[in-house]
């Protein structure tokens, strides 16, 4: 069931360093009929991503070069800017020394 789930992980990178997930990255914790508890640590900056739970009933993984697999690469949105930090300052100093109502009433307290 490893080499499947080497598979599924193939085509991913660790988004800290860049580096492919290895054979090493993925710990199968338990294996269950239904699931399996699996770990995936990068190998070579050894920065963890958690513990993944997968159902699983009898799958078969296709290559992963076939291309409905393929990940495609999105932009995500603008950086932020120097002007951006700068509106934020001047609409929360804005808001005034009451700012406190515009909070959720669970969240009023914790603002304190």
Known sequence: MKK?????????????????????????????????????????????????FLGHSNFALKNPSDSDLAFELQEGPDAVSVDDVIDAHRFIKGLGADWQKHLPKDYRDMAK
């Not at 988004?15 to 190998?43: H, K, M, N, P, Y």
């Open 4 to 52: 499947s789930f080497n598979k599924l992980f193939a085509n991913m990178c660790c988004s800290q360093c860049g580096a492919d997930f290895t054979d090493e990255s993925i710990t199968v914790l338990r294996e269950e009929d239904e699931f399996s508890v699996l770990q995936i640590v990068c190998s070579k900056c050894k920065k963890s991503f958690g513990i993944a």
